[in-house]
């Protein structure tokens, strides 16, 4: 998903195909055939099985609780929940926040789900007409019939929106369903793609009311299998973690963003406009970037003058010396480039932030605890920043007792990419302490 502009590469740009295949922990791509993973397909989540082996793993070593700071759309908590073992997982973007809280709703009774949906249908049907005005993004993605027949849904819905659990599921079933029924062109990182047709878009009453099945097949499912203690998801920011106890987490896997200039903001952008929690391009600063670690130029602007401070930071210390070199280098190779991005104070401000986060960690880290981070480096500018060894010393830094780095991937060293020629790799870093 993004900007309508030029299209954003993928995480995992300049990928084998086979390399692909080979490990595909770090994507969300096999979560798309289980029950409740599926119900949001998030551009930043990963595998749901591979999250089950670490589990179990530590759940073996007598690991019983679970962590996920940057918890997305609840990978890590429901994982926890079918593990038996009580799971916290944070997140500091309000929509994604809201997706997984809904999704850990799956607890609720299906037949009321079911109940509601079709309350729901029934009575977007018998509205005849609308007086919103829709955003341009919207009327680029549907035609005015299916944005018509979606306004409906929406309209249904928010009459019978409350605080009720079951609401929240028949809410994120219409979310599910938005891409679903656009005709044109959507991709993660890019919203219309208009030289790009689907052979089929749905629906939005038949796509709905089959989502809502889904949900409730997927619920009953579930319930019916072994799980344990119910998790939580709480609105918070990694870097402070103020809704979680003191030396709670036994082991946490994550992902944190990638230092790659991703726009983490951006990615519910069709779905906040549909709500109308956004107006435009410009809501995302308020709404949504200023939660977020800074993994983007987009975030920055407002930091490019204090660079030199941010390097500065006590928090960096163990790495200052290597960031200030690296940040200077980029400085330098922007006032090159047309578009002069802000990759130094992007880098800068990326790394106090993890550095911050690693000090939170610390705190609600038990003594012992594990860490598993997925991470993948960078060359903003071909500019080659350690992320995965960086972020290893930081942690050590913050007091955890070690690190070490376990490729699973090459990235960008096969195909001819002629704007990224560093080689990159991916993997999980992983921090003892």
Request: with cysteine; charged share 25%.
């Amino acid at each position: 998903m993004g900007r309508l502009k030029k299209q954003q590469p993928s995480l995992f740009e300049g990928l084998e195909p086979e390399e692909a295949k080979a490990d595909r922990s770090s994507t969300f791509l096999d979560n798309l055939s289980l029950p409740v993973h599926r119900w949001f397909r998030y551009s930043a989540g990963f595998s749901a099985e591979w999250v089950r082996e670490v589990i179990g793993d530590g759940k073996a070593e007598g690991r019983k609780r679970v962590f996920d700071p940057f918890a997305g759309s609840g990978t890590v908590v429901l994982e926890a929940e079918a593990a038996q073992l009580d799971g916290i997982g944070t997140d500091s973007h309000p929509f994604v926040f809201r997706v997984a809280q809904a999704k850990l709703d799956w607890r609720t009774n299906p037949a009321d789900l079911t109940a509601i949906g079709a309350e729901i249908v029934t009575r977007a049907k018998r509205y005849k007409s609308h007086s919103r005005t829709y955003p341009e993004l919207l009327t680029k993605c549907y035609p005015e019939g299916t944005l018509h027949r979606l306004e409906a849904l929406r309209r249904s819905l928010l009459e019978s929106t409350d605080d009720r659990a079951v609401c929240r599921l028949a809410w994120l079933a219409l979310v599910a369903i938005l891409r679903e029924c656009s005709p044109v062109g959507t991709a993660q990182w890019q919203y219309v793609l208009p030289k790009k047709s689907k052979a089929k878009s749905l629906d939005p009453f038949e796509a709905y009311a089959a989502k809502v099945r889904l949900f409730a097949a997927d619920m009953a499912a579930r319930q019916r299998a072994p799980h344990g203690p119910e998790g939580r998801i709480n609105a918070d920011d990694a870097r402070k973690l103020s809704t979680v106890p003191d030396q709670w987490a036994e082991l946490v896997v994550t992902s944190p963003p990638y230092a790659n200039n991703y726009d983490y903001a951006d990615a519910t952008r069709l779905e906040m406009t549909f709500f109308g929690e956004i107006e435009g391009w410009g809501g995302l600063q308020e709404q949504v970037r200023r939660h977020l670690v800074h993994a983007c130029t987009q975030h920055v602007t407002p930091l490019i003058k204090k660079t030199d401070e941010l390097i500065a930071d006590p928090v960096v210390d163990a790495i200052s010396d290597e960031l200030k070199e690296v940040c200077g280098k980029l400085g330098a190779e922007r006032q090159t480039r047309g578009g002069k991005k802000a990759y130094h104070t992007m880098v800068a401000a990326y790394f106090l932030d993890m550095g911050t986060v690693w000090q939170s960690l610390r705190r609600v880290s038990a003594p012992g605890c594990r860490v598993c981070f997925v991470v993948g480096d960078s060359a903003p500018y071909g500019v080659y920043v350690p992320v995965d060894r960086w972020l290893g010393e930081l942690a050590v830094a913050a007091g955890f007792k070690s690190f070490r780095f376990e490729k699973t991937r090459d990235r960008n060293t096969k195909w001819k990419n002629r704007k990224h020629r560093v080689p990159l790799h991916e993997g999980r870093l992983w921090v003892e302490g």
